[in-house]
Protein backbone atom coordinates (compact mmCIF):
# COMPACT_ATOMS: atom_id res chain seq x y z
CA UNK A 1 0.00 0.00 0.00
CA UNK A 2 1.38 3.65 -0.91
CA UNK A 3 1.84 6.42 0.85
CA UNK A 4 -0.78 8.21 -1.66
CA UNK A 5 -3.26 5.13 -1.69
CA UNK A 6 -3.47 5.41 2.66
CA UNK A 7 -3.59 9.47 1.98
CA UNK A 8 -6.74 9.36 -0.29
CA UNK A 9 -8.28 6.71 1.61
CA UNK A 10 -7.49 8.77 5.12
CA UNK A 11 -8.88 12.63 3.08
CA UNK A 12 -12.09 10.19 2.19
CA UNK A 13 -12.64 9.11 5.54
CA UNK A 14 -12.62 12.64 7.01
CA UNK A 15 -14.57 13.75 4.41
CA UNK A 16 -17.62 11.46 5.52
CA UNK A 17 -17.13 12.16 8.74
CA UNK A 18 -17.95 15.62 8.13
CA UNK A 19 -20.92 15.04 6.23
CA UNK A 20 -22.48 12.95 8.36
CA UNK A 21 -21.92 15.08 11.22
CA UNK A 22 -23.07 17.74 9.38
CA UNK A 23 -26.73 15.13 8.70
CA UNK A 24 -26.29 14.29 12.27
CA UNK A 25 -26.60 17.80 14.25
CA UNK A 26 -29.75 18.68 11.35
CA UNK A 27 -31.97 16.04 12.24
CA UNK A 28 -30.74 15.77 16.13
CA UNK A 29 -32.14 19.57 15.70
CA UNK A 30 -35.49 18.11 13.75
CA UNK A 31 -35.81 15.70 16.50
CA UNK A 32 -35.15 18.03 19.93
CA UNK A 33 -38.08 20.38 17.77
CA UNK A 34 -40.37 17.06 17.60
CA UNK A 35 -40.15 16.43 21.27
CA UNK A 36 -41.02 20.16 22.22
CA UNK A 37 -44.67 19.26 22.10
CA UNK A 38 -44.11 16.72 25.27
CA UNK A 39 -42.66 18.98 27.45
CA UNK A 40 -44.47 18.97 30.67
CA UNK A 41 -45.98 16.09 30.31
CA UNK A 42 -45.74 13.88 33.08
CA UNK A 43 -41.94 14.64 34.28
CA UNK A 44 -40.70 15.24 30.91
CA UNK A 45 -38.40 17.60 30.79
CA UNK A 46 -35.89 19.33 28.23
CA UNK A 47 -33.34 16.95 29.80
CA UNK A 48 -35.31 14.04 28.93
CA UNK A 49 -35.92 15.29 25.57
CA UNK A 50 -31.64 15.83 25.04
CA UNK A 51 -30.90 12.85 26.62
CA UNK A 52 -33.31 11.27 23.58
CA UNK A 53 -32.25 12.71 20.76
CA UNK A 54 -28.64 11.75 21.94
CA UNK A 55 -29.33 8.14 22.88
CA UNK A 56 -31.01 7.98 19.66
CA UNK A 57 -28.44 9.50 17.22
CA UNK A 58 -26.81 5.97 16.94
CA UNK A 59 -29.67 4.63 14.75
CA UNK A 60 -29.32 7.84 12.48
CA UNK A 61 -25.91 7.37 12.16
CA UNK A 62 -26.63 4.01 10.88
CA UNK A 63 -29.10 5.17 8.91
CA UNK A 64 -27.22 8.22 7.01
CA UNK A 65 -23.90 6.13 6.43
CA UNK A 66 -24.88 5.62 2.81
CA UNK A 67 -25.26 8.88 1.53
CA UNK A 68 -22.98 10.58 4.14
CA UNK A 69 -20.29 8.31 2.66
CA UNK A 70 -21.27 8.89 -1.33
CA UNK A 71 -21.08 12.97 -0.69
CA UNK A 72 -18.69 12.84 1.88
CA UNK A 73 -16.54 11.03 -0.90
CA UNK A 74 -17.59 13.28 -3.57
CA UNK A 75 -16.69 16.35 -1.76
CA UNK A 76 -13.33 15.08 -0.66
CA UNK A 77 -12.35 14.06 -4.55
CA UNK A 78 -13.53 17.11 -5.94
CA UNK A 79 -11.63 18.70 -3.49
CA UNK A 80 -8.75 17.14 -4.97
CA UNK A 81 -9.63 17.99 -8.34
CA UNK A 82 -10.02 21.93 -7.83
CA UNK A 83 -6.82 22.22 -6.25
CA UNK A 84 -5.62 19.78 -8.79
CA UNK A 85 -3.40 17.06 -6.19
CA UNK A 86 -5.49 14.22 -8.38
CA UNK A 87 -4.32 16.05 -11.45
CA UNK A 88 -1.06 15.43 -10.22
CA UNK A 89 -1.33 11.90 -8.54
CA UNK A 90 -2.45 10.82 -11.49
CA UNK A 91 0.66 12.54 -13.51
CA UNK A 92 3.37 10.41 -10.34
CA UNK A 93 1.62 7.37 -11.85
CA UNK A 94 -1.83 6.71 -9.89
CA UNK A 95 -4.40 4.51 -12.11
CA UNK A 96 -7.60 4.12 -12.09
CA UNK A 97 -6.64 0.59 -9.83
CA UNK A 98 -5.07 2.45 -7.35
CA UNK A 99 -7.31 5.29 -6.94
CA UNK A 100 -10.19 2.48 -6.58
CA UNK A 101 -8.17 0.65 -4.06
CA UNK A 102 -7.68 3.84 -2.05
CA UNK A 103 -11.78 4.01 -2.28
CA UNK A 104 -11.67 0.48 -1.20
CA UNK A 105 -9.86 0.49 2.06
CA UNK A 106 -12.00 3.51 2.91
CA UNK A 107 -15.30 1.99 1.84
CA UNK A 108 -14.58 -1.05 4.29
CA UNK A 109 -13.38 0.78 7.57
CA UNK A 110 -17.21 3.02 7.14
CA UNK A 111 -18.96 -0.22 6.12
CA UNK A 112 -17.59 -2.12 9.62
CA UNK A 113 -18.32 1.40 11.32
CA UNK A 114 -21.98 0.99 10.04
CA UNK A 115 -22.51 -2.93 10.48
CA UNK A 116 -20.42 -1.50 14.59
CA UNK A 117 -23.70 0.79 14.99
CA UNK A 118 -26.50 -0.98 13.49
CA UNK A 119 -25.55 -4.23 15.49
CA UNK A 120 -23.99 -3.61 18.50
CA UNK A 121 -24.28 0.13 19.30
CA UNK A 122 -27.77 1.26 18.46
CA UNK A 123 -30.60 -1.51 19.42
CA UNK A 124 -29.95 -1.05 22.88
CA UNK A 125 -29.26 2.90 22.83
CA UNK A 126 -32.91 2.90 21.05
CA UNK A 127 -34.56 0.49 23.67
CA UNK A 128 -32.60 2.56 26.22
CA UNK A 129 -34.34 5.65 24.73
CA UNK A 130 -38.05 4.49 24.41
CA UNK A 131 -37.77 3.49 28.13
CA UNK A 132 -36.11 7.32 29.54
CA UNK A 133 -38.93 8.76 27.41
CA UNK A 134 -41.78 6.60 28.47
CA UNK A 135 -40.85 6.30 31.93
CA UNK A 136 -40.35 10.14 32.01
CA UNK A 137 -43.77 10.86 30.48
CA UNK A 138 -45.35 8.24 32.68
CA UNK A 139 -46.98 5.62 30.07
CA UNK A 140 -46.42 3.04 27.86
CA UNK A 141 -46.01 1.94 24.70
CA UNK A 142 -49.06 0.95 22.22
CA UNK A 143 -49.20 -0.62 18.65
CA UNK A 144 -50.36 0.22 15.48
CA UNK A 145 -54.26 -0.39 16.34
CA UNK A 146 -56.83 1.73 18.67
CA UNK A 147 -57.41 -1.15 20.54
CA UNK A 148 -53.25 -2.27 21.19
CA UNK A 149 -51.19 -4.47 19.85
CA UNK A 150 -51.86 -7.84 18.44
CA UNK A 151 -49.89 -11.07 19.02
CA UNK A 152 -50.47 -14.62 18.08
CA UNK A 153 -49.38 -17.25 20.11
CA UNK A 154 -49.68 -21.08 19.97
CA UNK A 155 -48.65 -23.68 22.67
CA UNK A 156 -48.29 -27.41 21.42
CA UNK A 157 -48.26 -30.95 23.26
CA UNK A 158 -45.26 -33.02 24.19
CA UNK A 159 -45.94 -35.07 21.16
CA UNK A 160 -45.63 -31.99 18.82
CA UNK A 161 -49.15 -31.31 17.98
CA UNK A 162 -50.78 -28.08 17.97
CA UNK A 163 -53.19 -27.90 21.32
CA UNK A 164 -53.77 -24.35 21.50
CA UNK A 165 -54.29 -20.91 19.32
CA UNK A 166 -53.77 -17.77 21.03
CA UNK A 167 -54.66 -14.34 20.03
CA UNK A 168 -53.68 -12.08 22.27
CA UNK A 169 -54.36 -7.87 22.54
CA UNK A 170 -52.19 -6.08 24.39
CA UNK A 171 -53.16 -2.50 25.50
CA UNK A 172 -50.09 -0.85 26.76
CA UNK A 173 -46.69 -2.28 27.15
CA UNK A 174 -45.27 -0.61 29.89
CA UNK A 175 -41.48 0.67 30.59
CA UNK A 176 -40.73 -2.22 32.89
CA UNK A 177 -41.67 -4.91 30.25
CA UNK A 178 -45.44 -5.47 31.91
CA UNK A 179 -48.74 -4.96 30.58
CA UNK A 180 -51.95 -3.49 30.87
CA UNK A 181 -55.35 -4.01 29.81
CA UNK A 182 -55.12 -7.87 28.26
CA UNK A 183 -57.17 -9.80 26.33
CA UNK A 184 -56.37 -13.52 25.66
CA UNK A 185 -58.75 -15.08 23.19
CA UNK A 186 -57.92 -18.58 23.12
CA UNK A 187 -59.51 -21.18 20.32
CA UNK A 188 -58.77 -24.88 19.97
CA UNK A 189 -56.77 -26.47 16.28
CA UNK A 190 -60.03 -26.25 14.35
CA UNK A 191 -60.38 -22.18 15.29
CA UNK A 192 -62.84 -22.94 17.41
CA UNK A 193 -63.45 -20.03 20.63
CA UNK A 194 -62.33 -21.76 23.81
CA UNK A 195 -62.22 -18.88 26.37
CA UNK A 196 -61.83 -15.41 26.71
CA UNK A 197 -59.32 -14.20 29.19
CA UNK A 198 -59.21 -10.62 30.45
CA UNK A 199 -56.38 -9.19 32.94
CA UNK A 200 -55.82 -5.65 34.18
CA UNK A 201 -51.93 -6.57 34.26
CA UNK A 202 -49.60 -9.05 33.44
CA UNK A 203 -45.80 -9.30 34.55
CA UNK A 204 -43.19 -11.73 33.25
CA UNK A 205 -41.81 -13.98 35.90
CA UNK A 206 -39.17 -15.77 33.05
CA UNK A 207 -39.64 -19.48 32.08
CA UNK A 208 -42.20 -18.87 29.87
CA UNK A 209 -44.56 -17.58 32.58
CA UNK A 210 -46.52 -14.72 33.30
CA UNK A 211 -48.71 -13.59 36.22
CA UNK A 212 -51.72 -12.30 35.17
CA UNK A 213 -53.70 -10.26 37.48
CA UNK A 214 -57.67 -9.34 38.47
CA UNK A 215 -58.44 -12.26 35.96
CA UNK A 216 -61.81 -12.54 34.61
CA UNK A 217 -62.51 -15.29 32.17
CA UNK A 218 -65.56 -16.42 30.19
CA UNK A 219 -65.04 -20.34 29.09
CA UNK A 220 -66.81 -21.85 26.29
CA UNK A 221 -67.74 -25.42 26.51
CA UNK A 222 -69.49 -27.52 23.83
CA UNK A 223 -71.48 -30.85 24.23
CA UNK A 224 -75.18 -32.56 23.26
CA UNK A 225 -78.24 -33.16 25.00
CA UNK A 226 -79.91 -36.45 25.37
CA UNK A 227 -81.35 -35.95 21.79
CA UNK A 228 -78.06 -35.64 20.38
CA UNK A 229 -78.66 -31.85 19.73
CA UNK A 230 -75.47 -29.59 19.99
CA UNK A 231 -75.30 -27.48 22.49
CA UNK A 232 -73.19 -24.33 23.75
CA UNK A 233 -72.59 -23.39 27.63
CA UNK A 234 -70.21 -20.94 29.28
CA UNK A 235 -69.41 -19.85 32.64
CA UNK A 236 -67.06 -16.62 33.84
CA UNK A 237 -64.21 -17.77 36.38
CA UNK A 238 -62.82 -14.75 38.72
CA UNK A 239 -59.08 -14.87 39.72
CA UNK A 240 -57.17 -12.57 41.85
CA UNK A 241 -53.74 -13.78 40.08
CA UNK A 242 -53.26 -16.51 37.57
CA UNK A 243 -50.04 -18.02 35.93
CA UNK A 244 -50.41 -17.94 32.41
CA UNK A 245 -47.50 -20.36 30.11
CA UNK A 246 -46.73 -18.58 27.09
CA UNK A 247 -43.53 -18.49 24.77
CA UNK A 248 -44.17 -14.91 24.12
CA UNK A 249 -41.57 -12.69 26.25
CA UNK A 250 -41.25 -9.22 26.60
CA UNK A 251 -38.08 -9.20 23.80
CA UNK A 252 -40.64 -10.61 21.57
CA UNK A 253 -43.18 -8.25 22.49
CA UNK A 254 -41.16 -4.97 22.40
CA UNK A 255 -39.84 -6.22 18.90
CA UNK A 256 -43.60 -6.11 17.60
CA UNK A 257 -43.66 -2.10 18.95
CA UNK A 258 -40.27 -1.45 17.26
CA UNK A 259 -39.17 -0.09 13.76
CA UNK A 260 -37.75 -3.22 12.17
CA UNK A 261 -35.02 -1.45 10.49
CA UNK A 262 -33.97 -0.39 13.97
CA UNK A 263 -33.54 -3.43 15.60
CA UNK A 264 -30.53 -6.04 15.80
CA UNK A 265 -30.24 -9.30 12.93
CA UNK A 266 -30.13 -11.27 16.77
CA UNK A 267 -33.69 -9.86 17.60
CA UNK A 268 -35.27 -10.10 13.38
CA UNK A 269 -34.06 -13.62 13.72
CA UNK A 270 -35.61 -14.53 16.86
CA UNK A 271 -38.97 -13.00 15.83
CA UNK A 272 -38.94 -13.87 11.99
CA UNK A 273 -39.05 -17.56 13.54
CA UNK A 274 -41.33 -17.02 15.91
CA UNK A 275 -44.08 -15.30 13.05
CA UNK A 276 -43.13 -18.46 11.18
CA UNK A 277 -43.80 -20.99 13.80
CA UNK A 278 -47.42 -19.09 14.37
CA UNK A 279 -48.04 -19.34 10.53
CA UNK A 280 -47.84 -15.64 10.53
CA UNK A 281 -46.23 -13.54 7.21
CA UNK A 282 -42.69 -12.50 8.26
CA UNK A 283 -42.09 -10.44 5.14
CA UNK A 284 -41.17 -6.84 7.13
CA UNK A 285 -38.67 -8.48 8.76
CA UNK A 286 -36.54 -10.53 6.19
CA UNK A 287 -36.71 -7.52 4.09
CA UNK A 288 -34.94 -5.30 7.15
CA UNK A 289 -32.86 -8.96 7.88
CA UNK A 290 -31.91 -8.23 4.36
CA UNK A 291 -30.77 -4.94 4.46
CA UNK A 292 -29.19 -5.13 7.50
CA UNK A 293 -26.36 -7.35 5.37
CA UNK A 294 -26.85 -5.55 2.25
CA UNK A 295 -26.70 -1.94 4.21
CA UNK A 296 -22.70 -2.30 4.87
CA UNK A 297 -22.25 -3.42 1.56
CA UNK A 298 -24.03 -0.10 -0.30
CA UNK A 299 -21.64 2.18 2.15
CA UNK A 300 -18.96 0.49 -0.06
CA UNK A 301 -20.45 0.83 -3.34
CA UNK A 302 -21.94 4.53 -3.26
CA UNK A 303 -17.91 5.50 -2.28
CA UNK A 304 -17.18 3.77 -5.81
CA UNK A 305 -19.99 5.98 -7.06
CA UNK A 306 -17.89 8.73 -6.32
CA UNK A 307 -14.70 8.07 -7.63
CA UNK A 308 -15.63 9.12 -11.21
CA UNK A 309 -16.49 12.84 -10.06
CA UNK A 310 -12.39 13.28 -9.36
CA UNK A 311 -11.90 12.87 -13.51
CA UNK A 312 -14.23 15.78 -14.18
CA UNK A 313 -12.58 18.34 -15.35
CA UNK A 314 -15.23 20.95 -14.33
CA UNK A 315 -13.32 24.58 -13.99
CA UNK A 316 -15.90 26.85 -12.45
CA UNK A 317 -17.73 25.89 -9.44
CA UNK A 318 -16.74 22.67 -10.03
CA UNK A 319 -16.72 21.22 -5.73
CA UNK A 320 -20.50 22.64 -5.89
CA UNK A 321 -21.42 20.85 -8.88
CA UNK A 322 -19.84 17.98 -8.19
CA UNK A 323 -21.46 17.89 -4.05
CA UNK A 324 -24.96 18.92 -5.53
CA UNK A 325 -24.42 16.13 -7.87
CA UNK A 326 -23.56 13.75 -5.23
CA UNK A 327 -26.56 14.80 -3.36
CA UNK A 328 -28.83 14.33 -5.40
CA UNK A 329 -27.51 10.65 -6.70
CA UNK A 330 -28.18 9.58 -2.41
CA UNK A 331 -31.44 10.92 -2.99
CA UNK A 332 -32.37 8.64 -5.65
CA UNK A 333 -30.55 6.00 -4.03
CA UNK A 334 -32.39 7.14 -0.88
CA UNK A 335 -35.82 6.53 -2.58
CA UNK A 336 -35.57 3.99 -4.71
CA UNK A 337 -34.74 1.86 -1.15
CA UNK A 338 -37.93 3.02 0.01
CA UNK A 339 -39.19 2.24 -3.37
CA UNK A 340 -38.41 -1.71 -3.97
CA UNK A 341 -38.80 -2.30 -0.56
CA UNK A 342 -42.59 -1.66 -1.07
CA UNK A 343 -42.60 -3.11 -4.31
CA UNK A 344 -40.93 -6.27 -3.03
CA UNK A 345 -43.30 -6.58 -0.07
CA UNK A 346 -46.02 -5.95 -2.63
CA UNK A 347 -45.10 -8.31 -4.92
CA UNK A 348 -44.06 -10.84 -2.44
CA UNK A 349 -40.13 -11.05 -4.25
CA UNK A 350 -37.74 -12.93 -2.73
CA UNK A 351 -36.45 -10.31 0.27
CA UNK A 352 -32.72 -10.43 -0.71
CA UNK A 353 -33.39 -9.74 -4.07
CA UNK A 354 -35.74 -6.73 -3.19
CA UNK A 355 -33.06 -4.56 -1.05
CA UNK A 356 -30.22 -5.64 -3.65
CA UNK A 357 -31.62 -3.83 -6.44
CA UNK A 358 -30.78 -0.45 -5.79
CA UNK A 359 -27.21 -1.27 -4.65
CA UNK A 360 -26.87 -3.55 -7.62
CA UNK A 361 -28.01 -0.48 -9.72
CA UNK A 362 -25.47 2.04 -8.16
CA UNK A 363 -22.36 -0.43 -8.59
CA UNK A 364 -23.50 -0.94 -12.51
CA UNK A 365 -24.06 2.80 -12.64
CA UNK A 366 -20.66 3.34 -10.87
CA UNK A 367 -19.01 0.44 -13.51
CA UNK A 368 -20.36 2.38 -16.56
CA UNK A 369 -18.97 5.33 -15.03
CA UNK A 370 -15.25 4.15 -14.48
CA UNK A 371 -15.43 2.69 -17.90
CA UNK A 372 -16.24 6.22 -19.49
CA UNK A 373 -13.78 7.98 -17.56
CA UNK A 374 -11.27 5.72 -19.05
CA UNK A 375 -12.01 5.78 -22.37
CA UNK A 376 -11.68 9.59 -21.90
CA UNK A 377 -7.90 9.63 -20.91
Known sequence: MTVVTRYLAREIVLGVLFVLLGFLALFAFFDLVGELDDLGKGAYRIQHALAFV???????????????????????????????????????????????????????????????????????????????????????????????????????????????????????????????????????????????????????????????????????????????????????????????????????LRVSLVDPARMSISALIQYTRHLRDNRQSPGRYELALWKKVIFPLAVIIMMMLALPFAYLQVRAGSIGYKVFAGIMLGVVFHFMNGLFSHLGLLNTWPPWLAVSIPSLVALAVASLMLAQVGRMR
Open 54 to 252: ALTLPSRVYELMPVASLIGSVYALARFASQSEFTAMRAAGMGRVQALQAILLAGVGCALFTALMGEVVSPPTERLAQRLRLGALGKGAVGEFRSGTWVKDTRRAPSGQLDVVRFVNIGTLNADASLQNVRIFEFTPDLTLRSIVQAESARFEGDSRWVLSKVDETRFDSGRTSDGLPTLSSKVLHDAQRVWASDLDPNI
